[in-house]
């Protein structure tokens, strides 16, 4: 029964959740890299716009990793980590361990 609904979560949710941050991270990845690798030294209208692009594509990115974050903390979503006498909250979405990299 837990398998199958962990199935039905993947299938209707977490799937697309996953492609649609995958190709966020993709397109933004391909836009700095337009924008800043490509002839670094050149300065056309066209690389500021990439560079522009990358500059508001991350900004968005912040904005929704911040409230994600936000929402966490104010649901309780968050594992207790132990710091001698203190005990930190952390917000699940930072626990990963890719998050620290």
């Known amino acids: 029964v837990i398998e199958k609904c962990l199935d039905c979560k993947w299938e209707r ?3 697309t959740t996953f492609i ?4 966020w991270f993709v397109v933004l990845l391909c836009v700095f890299s337009a ?7 050149a300065c056309t209208d066209i690389k500021t ?3 522009a692009a990358t500059g508001i594509l991350a900004a968005i990115t912040f904005l929704i990793m911040s ?8 649901n309780g979503h968050v ?3 132990n710091l001698g006498r203190f005990e930190l909250p952390i ?3 930072m626990t ?6």
């Open 13 to 15: 949710f977490g799937k």
């Open 20 to 23: 649609f941050t995958q190709l």
């Open 35 to 41: 924008g800043f690798l490509d002839n670094p030294y």
């Open 49 to 51: 716009g990439f560079q």
């Open 67 to 74: 409230a994600l974050l936000a929402r966490q903390f104010v």
């Open 79 to 81: 594992v207790h980590i």
């Open 91 to 93: 917000p699940r979405l």
């Open 96 to 101: 990963n361990q890719w998050q620290f990299f």
